[in-house]
């Protein structure tokens, strides 16, 4: 039996919300999730926070290594999640102090 392969790219992702708060997930299809986020179709906690600004996001190619980043980014204060935004690399500041 062949191994299954997946194509896809799986996206982590930052969400500006109106009011400045941010929000992060994980996607293989970031314009479709886009989409849903701001018609209100998404995530509960972006419900009538929008409109949404993607901020962020990064490709992995397995589902795993998403899945990973997007629970460091989730621990990361606002100040190092800035930090990302900005262009640092997610390695460099999760292993800045908090």
């Known amino acids: 039996m062949k191994k299954f392969k997946r194509r896809d790219v799986f996206y982590v992702y930052i969400l500006e919300c109106q009011k400045g708060t941010y929000y992060t997930g994980y996607t293989n299809n970031l314009e479709k999730r886009l989409k849903l986020h701001n018609n209100g179709k998404g995530a509960k906690y972006l419900r009538g926070k929008g409109p949404l600004k ?8 397995y589902l795993r290594y998403a899945m990973s980043a997007e629970y460091k980014i989730k621990q990361l204060n606002r100040r190092q ?18």
């Open 81 to 98: 999640k800035e930090s990302l935004i900005n262009g640092m690399r997610l390695d460099k500041v999760f292993s800045r102090k908090k």
């Open 54 to 61: 993607l901020v962020w996001a990064k490709g992995y190619k």
